[in-house]
Protein backbone atom coordinates (compact mmCIF):
# COMPACT_ATOMS: atom_id res chain seq x y z
CA UNK A 1 0.00 0.00 0.00
CA UNK A 2 1.79 3.36 -1.23
CA UNK A 3 1.05 6.05 1.22
CA UNK A 4 1.06 9.75 -0.43
CA UNK A 5 4.19 11.76 2.08
CA UNK A 6 3.84 15.39 2.31
CA UNK A 7 7.70 17.09 2.83
CA UNK A 8 8.91 17.26 5.18
CA UNK A 9 7.42 13.87 6.19
CA UNK A 10 9.02 12.16 8.96
CA UNK A 11 9.97 8.38 9.34
CA UNK A 12 11.48 6.24 12.60
CA UNK A 13 15.12 6.09 13.13
CA UNK A 14 16.89 3.34 14.94
CA UNK A 15 19.44 5.27 17.26
CA UNK A 16 22.43 2.49 16.99
CA UNK A 17 25.31 1.94 14.74
CA UNK A 18 25.44 -1.82 15.29
CA UNK A 19 29.34 -1.77 16.39
CA UNK A 20 28.29 -3.14 19.73
CA UNK A 21 30.97 -6.22 19.45
CA UNK A 22 31.05 -7.09 23.24
CA UNK A 23 35.26 -7.65 23.93
CA UNK A 24 36.51 -10.67 25.56
CA UNK A 25 35.76 -11.11 29.04
CA UNK A 26 34.00 -7.34 28.83
CA UNK A 27 29.80 -6.94 28.03
CA UNK A 28 28.73 -4.96 25.15
CA UNK A 29 26.79 -1.80 25.03
CA UNK A 30 23.69 -1.99 27.32
CA UNK A 31 22.08 0.66 25.07
CA UNK A 32 21.95 -0.10 21.23
CA UNK A 33 19.77 -3.00 19.69
CA UNK A 34 19.48 -6.13 21.00
CA UNK A 35 17.89 -7.61 17.54
CA UNK A 36 14.91 -8.65 19.61
CA UNK A 37 12.43 -8.50 16.42
CA UNK A 38 9.46 -6.83 18.26
CA UNK A 39 9.61 -3.41 15.44
CA UNK A 40 10.28 -5.57 12.58
CA UNK A 41 7.33 -7.68 13.80
CA UNK A 42 4.90 -4.40 14.68
CA UNK A 43 5.58 -2.79 11.55
CA UNK A 44 2.81 -3.45 9.18
CA UNK A 45 4.39 -1.49 6.12
CA UNK A 46 7.59 -3.60 6.03
CA UNK A 47 9.59 -0.65 6.64
CA UNK A 48 11.80 -2.32 9.49
CA UNK A 49 14.64 -5.02 8.58
CA UNK A 50 18.23 -6.15 10.52
CA UNK A 51 21.24 -5.10 8.78
CA UNK A 52 24.00 -7.47 8.39
CA UNK A 53 25.28 -6.07 12.35
CA UNK A 54 21.61 -7.87 13.28
CA UNK A 55 20.65 -4.15 14.09
CA UNK A 56 17.15 -2.68 12.91
CA UNK A 57 17.49 -0.58 10.09
CA UNK A 58 14.01 1.66 8.88
CA UNK A 59 13.29 2.09 5.11
CA UNK A 60 12.31 5.56 5.05
CA UNK A 61 10.41 5.19 1.70
CA UNK A 62 7.91 3.21 3.70
CA UNK A 63 7.86 4.59 6.96
CA UNK A 64 4.60 6.02 7.17
CA UNK A 65 5.82 7.65 11.14
CA UNK A 66 3.11 5.39 12.84
CA UNK A 67 5.20 5.10 16.09
CA UNK A 68 4.22 0.92 16.29
CA UNK A 69 7.64 0.35 16.18
CA UNK A 70 8.78 3.16 19.54
CA UNK A 71 6.21 2.16 21.50
CA UNK A 72 7.24 -2.01 21.07
CA UNK A 73 11.26 -1.23 21.37
CA UNK A 74 12.49 -2.55 24.86
CA UNK A 75 15.49 -0.58 24.95
CA UNK A 76 13.60 3.10 23.62
CA UNK A 77 15.96 3.65 20.83
CA UNK A 78 13.81 4.24 18.34
CA UNK A 79 12.56 7.93 17.67
CA UNK A 80 10.20 9.78 15.04
CA UNK A 81 12.82 12.12 13.01
CA UNK A 82 11.85 14.76 10.41
CA UNK A 83 13.66 13.80 6.63
CA UNK A 84 14.26 17.36 5.94
CA UNK A 85 17.15 16.49 8.85
CA UNK A 86 19.26 14.12 7.23
CA UNK A 87 22.37 14.57 9.94
CA UNK A 88 21.16 12.02 12.94
CA UNK A 89 23.13 10.29 15.66
CA UNK A 90 22.94 6.78 15.30
CA UNK A 91 24.24 5.71 18.86
CA UNK A 92 22.33 5.56 22.21
CA UNK A 93 25.03 4.55 24.69
CA UNK A 94 25.21 6.35 28.13
CA UNK A 95 28.56 5.26 29.07
CA UNK A 96 31.77 7.03 29.09
CA UNK A 97 34.53 7.26 27.04
CA UNK A 98 36.75 4.55 27.68
CA UNK A 99 33.93 2.18 28.33
CA UNK A 100 32.23 3.56 25.39
CA UNK A 101 34.94 2.59 23.00
CA UNK A 102 35.48 -0.98 24.55
CA UNK A 103 32.03 -1.90 24.53
CA UNK A 104 31.17 -0.12 20.42
CA UNK A 105 33.50 0.43 17.66
CA UNK A 106 31.35 2.96 16.62
CA UNK A 107 29.74 4.27 19.95
CA UNK A 108 29.43 8.01 21.13
CA UNK A 109 32.24 8.72 23.58
CA UNK A 110 31.00 11.57 24.43
CA UNK A 111 34.03 14.02 23.38
CA UNK A 112 31.96 16.99 22.62
CA UNK A 113 33.91 18.02 19.69
CA UNK A 114 30.48 18.07 17.70
CA UNK A 115 28.87 20.26 20.05
CA UNK A 116 31.98 22.84 20.04
CA UNK A 117 31.97 22.50 15.68
CA UNK A 118 28.36 23.03 15.79
CA UNK A 119 27.01 26.85 14.59
CA UNK A 120 23.77 26.64 15.34
CA UNK A 121 23.98 24.97 18.63
CA UNK A 122 22.07 22.37 18.19
CA UNK A 123 24.51 19.16 19.57
CA UNK A 124 24.28 18.89 23.13
CA UNK A 125 26.23 16.38 24.68
CA UNK A 126 23.51 14.65 27.37
CA UNK A 127 24.53 11.45 29.33
CA UNK A 128 27.76 10.86 27.62
CA UNK A 129 25.85 10.69 23.58
CA UNK A 130 25.29 13.48 21.09
CA UNK A 131 22.33 14.87 20.49
CA UNK A 132 20.56 16.97 18.00
CA UNK A 133 17.71 19.31 18.19
CA UNK A 134 16.23 18.96 15.30
CA UNK A 135 14.40 22.04 15.14
CA UNK A 136 17.56 24.45 15.48
CA UNK A 137 19.82 21.65 13.31
CA UNK A 138 20.70 23.13 9.79
CA UNK A 139 22.06 19.91 7.84
CA UNK A 140 25.29 21.51 7.54
CA UNK A 141 26.76 18.18 8.77
CA UNK A 142 29.76 19.80 10.14
CA UNK A 143 29.51 17.87 13.16
CA UNK A 144 28.94 14.56 11.22
CA UNK A 145 32.35 15.66 9.43
CA UNK A 146 34.65 16.01 13.27
CA UNK A 147 32.56 13.20 14.24
CA UNK A 148 36.08 10.77 15.59
CA UNK A 149 33.58 7.90 15.98
CA UNK A 150 31.81 8.68 13.08
CA UNK A 151 28.69 8.10 15.03
CA UNK A 152 26.87 11.20 13.76
CA UNK A 153 25.65 10.57 9.67
CA UNK A 154 24.10 11.85 7.00
CA UNK A 155 22.02 9.78 5.51
CA UNK A 156 22.23 11.23 1.96
CA UNK A 157 25.72 9.83 1.85
CA UNK A 158 27.23 13.06 1.30
CA UNK A 159 28.87 13.94 4.00
CA UNK A 160 29.76 10.55 5.72
CA UNK A 161 29.65 7.01 4.06
CA UNK A 162 25.71 5.27 4.02
CA UNK A 163 25.90 2.75 6.85
Known amino acids: MAVKK ?12 GGCRAVKGEE ?3 DG ?7 VDACKFGAISFNEYGV ?3 DETKCIACKKCTKVCPQQIIHIHECANYIVVKCSS ?8 KQCEAGCIGCG ?3 KTCTAQAVKVTDN ?7 VCLSCGMCSVKCPRHVIH ?5 LTPIR
Open 154 to 158: DLRGI
Open 28 to 30: GCA
Open 56 to 58: AEV
Open 6 to 17: KFPYRAALVACN
Open 33 to 39: CIGCGAC
Open 94 to 101: RSKGAVAK
Open 113 to 115: ICE
Open 129 to 135: CAVIDED
